[in-house]
């Protein structure tokens, strides 16, 4: 098997977003516009209430999907076709804009750790506009993955016979949350054909051989196996693969298309109320 190495360093840097919430960036950067079907990475992390506490009131989004990853803390979902969330520590929600979804996620919480993860997934042009979806699961529905010296949280795709709870037909998503101790060593085959990200959020590790620091996105080069070593404090990294779509990709804030038109197109329909079509299905527990 061909080994994976680091394609690309991106260290995650501060922007605000929400109501003044501080996020770390590293997809959706000049340094990494997307990673074909990733459009973004957030990476949330603070036990000061004044950098959450404001939260994410309602806002729009059109053409894509979001992944979030609570790793500790609570916040609520609710959005404009009536979906609640109570997104809790170790819960996952993806929640499938598509043709359009107005919705606020707002911490439960005004003290403590906030911390976690949101992804944005590219939808292929025949799905923008398709009715919207809604998945959500708690910390015990996740299958986790014992190795020696290594446990293996698998949110999405599957891992040594454990499936995933979310299901991502598009783009066949694998999102796997790893803990490793000291010095131990994870290996993982992949697809050749997707495209793939590691993001190393406690301790180090050594990806092929190259270091890999905290808080930095390690795109990874072709190959179909990936192979990783922590230090000597051990090492968690979320290890992100998908299929790519291909497309041309056109992002104005919320709103991700295939063209400037049909930006325009959800912009006038925000303006007029009519981008919400449809009552989005929930699943989950």
């Known amino acids: 098997m061909t080994q994976r190495t680091i394609r690309q360093r991106v260290p995650a840097f501060e ?24 459009l973004m990475l957030d990476h949330f992390g603070s036990d000061n209430p004044d950098e959450y506490i404001a ?14 990853y609570m790793l ?36 439960k919480q005004t003290d403590g750790l906030m911390r976690g993860f949101q992804l944005w997934i590219n939808l292929p042009a025949r799905d923008k506009l398709s009715d919207p979806a809604y998945q959500e699961f708690s910390a015990a529905a996740i299958p986790e993955v014992m190795r020696e010296g290594a446990r293996v949280r698998v949110l999405a795709g599957e891992f040594d016979g454990a499936h995933g709870v979310i299901d991502d037909p598009a783009t066949d998503v ?4 790893v803990a490793l101790e000291a010095g131990a060593r994870f290996s993982l085959p992949l697809d050749g054909t997707h495209n793939a990200f590691v993001y190393v959020f406690e301790g180090g590790a050594r990806l092929a051989g190259e270091a890999l620091a905290q808080h930095t996105l390690a795109v990874l080069g072709q190959g179909d196996e990936v192979e990783i070593e922590a230090g000597a404090e051990g090492a968690r990294f979320i290890l992100v693969a998908g299929r790519p779509i291909g497309e041309p990709v056109v992002q104005y804030g919320p709103f991700v298309m295939n063209t400037r038109e049909e930006i325009e197109q959800a912009f006038a329909d925000y303006r007029d109320g009519k981008l919400v079509r449809t009552r989005a299905a929930m699943t989950g527990h």
Do not use: C
């Open 15 to 38: 922007v605000t977003e929400g109501a003044g919430v501080t996020v770390h960036r590293s997809i959706g950067t000049p340094a990494l516009k997307n990673l074909d079907p990733f």
């Open 55 to 68: 939260g994410f009131p309602e806002h729009p989004h059109r053409g894509f999907i979001t992944f979030t």
């Open 72 to 107: 500790d803390g609570h916040m609520e979902h609710r959005d404009s076709m009536g979906n609640r969330g109570d997104l809790m520590a170790g819960g996952v929600q993806w929640m499938k804009a598509a043709s359009g979804v107005i919705h606020s996620e707002m911490p």
């Open 174 to 177: 694998r999102y796997l949350d």
